[in-house]
């Protein structure tokens, strides 16, 4: 997420949602996406897409295809 972002590590927390990053927009937010399908091998669907709104989330949707 920091490279995607373009931001320090330490500013992608648990709590992270687009309205604390500023970065996270449009295009990066696609980008984000598309980094994470290709890094876990995983599809997400266009719901799940929209849902991806927080680092949390992510983690939990993320985990929910690897078990």
């Known amino acids: 997420m920091a490279d995607i972002f373009e931001v320090d590590i330490e500013s992608i927390t648990e709590s992270v949602t ?3 990053l500023s970065q996270w927009k449009g295009k990066k937010h696609r980008l984000l996406i598309e980094a994470l399908q290709k890094k ?6 266009e719901e799940e897409i929209e849902s991806l709104v927080s680092y949390k989330v992510i983690v939990s949707t993320i985990r929910s295809y690897l078990i």
Request: hydrophobic fraction near 45%.
């Open 18 to 20: 687009p309205r604390a």
């Open 40 to 45: 876990f091998n995983i599809r997400f669907d």
